[in-house]
C-alpha cells in the first residue's frame, strides 16, 4: 500500500493530503480571519510570500515570510528544520544565478571563468516574484536538495522571521527485523530498526542515527532537527 503524504494545516488543525495543501490554505477560513484580525492592529503592512518547499515526495513544507526577507534567512530556516549537521555549505540556484555565501568559491569560479555567485543577503523580492521557482543544496559532498516556489502574495505583517503554515505529518517506517516502528536507521546496511533490534544487530548503535520527519535523515550526522527549530514550533502551535 503506497504512502498517502499528509499534514495537519496550523489553523483549522485539519487533515490534507500534501497534493490539496495549497489549494486549502489559499481557502481556510480560520486562516483567513487570522490573518484579517492581524492586518487590522499593524500600523504599517507589508508585502508577504507564501513559499512551498519539498525535498522528493515525503517531505514538503508551507511556509510564509516577509518579500523583503534574506535568502539567508530562508538558509538558516533549512539548515534548523531539516538539515544542519556539519556546518556544510549551501547554496540557492534562481534564474540560472547561484546565490552563496561562499567567497572561495567565487574566487574558484572567476578562476575557470565560471559565473560569479551572488550574496545570499539579497532579498526573495530581488530575485523571485509569484512563481518563481528555485533550487536549494546543502552539502556540496552528499548533498540534499530541495525544491521550492512562491505560490501566493499577501499584504499583512508576521511576529517571526519565518512562519510555518503546515509540514507533513511524519513519515512511518518499518523496523526491518520485526515490522515494529523504526527508532533509527544503520548507515552501513541502509537498513531501517527498532531500538531492540537495533541491539541486536551486528553493526552496532555506533553506525546508526535516528529515524527523523527530514530529507536529511540517515545522511553525514544528522541527528534531527536543531533546538531553534522548537521556536518555529512553540510558537506556531500556540497561534
Not at 568559491?105 to 523580492?125: H, I
Not at 509569484?130 to 540534499?144: A, H
Not at 502574495?153 to 511576529?159: A, P, Y
Request: proline content about 2%; some cysteine; hydrophobic content about 30%.
Amino acid at each position: 500500500m503506497e504512502y498517502k503524504s499528509e499534514g495537519i494545516c496550523r489553523f483549522c488543525l485539519k487533515t490534507f493530503a500534501g497534493s490539496a495543501m495549497t489549494r486549502h490554505l489559499n481557502t481556510c477560513k480560520v486562516k483567513k480571519k487570522k490573518d484579517e484580525q492581524e492586518a487590522a492592529k499593524a500600523k504599517q503592512k507589508y508585502p508577504i510570500y507564501h513559499i512551498r518547499i519539498s525535498a522528493g515526495k515525503y517531505y514538503w513544507l508551507h511556509i510564509e515570510m516577509k518579500a523583503t526577507s534574506k535568502l539567508s534567512t530562508l538558509d538558516n530556516f533549512f539548515r534548523d528544520i531539516w538539515l544542519e549537521c556539519c556546518g556544510h555549505l549551501s547554496g540557492f540556484t534562481i534564474n540560472g544565478v547561484e546565490y552563496q555565501d561562499d567567497f572561495e568559491q567565487n574566487d574558484m569560479n572567476m578562476f575557470f571563468g565560471e559565473q560569479e555567485s551572488k550574496a545570499m543577503s539579497t532579498k526573495l523580492s530581488q530575485a523571485l516574484s509569484v512563481g518563481g521557482k528555485f533550487n536549494y543544496e546543502y552539502d556540496f559532498g552528499s548533498t540534499t536538495h530541495l525544491e521550492g516556489k512562491v505560490l501566493g502574495l499577501r499584504e499583512g505583517i508576521l511576529k517571526e522571521p519565518v512562519k510555518i503554515l503546515v509540514r507533513n505529518n511524519p513519515y512511518v517506517i518499518k523496523c526491518e527485523e520485526c515490522g515494529k516502528n523504526a527508532t533509527d536507521f544503520c548507515c552501513e546496511c541502509e537498513i531501517s530498526f527498532c531500538e531492540e533490534c537495533l541491539s541486536e544487530h551486528e553493526c552496532g548503535e555506533d553506525m546508526a542515527l535516528p529515524i527523523v520527519n527530514s530529507p536529511r535523515m540517515g545522511v553525514c550526522g544528522y541527528c534531527g532537527e536543531s533546538d531553534s527549530d522548537n521556536f518555529y514550533e512553540e510558537y506556531n502551535k500556540n497561534q
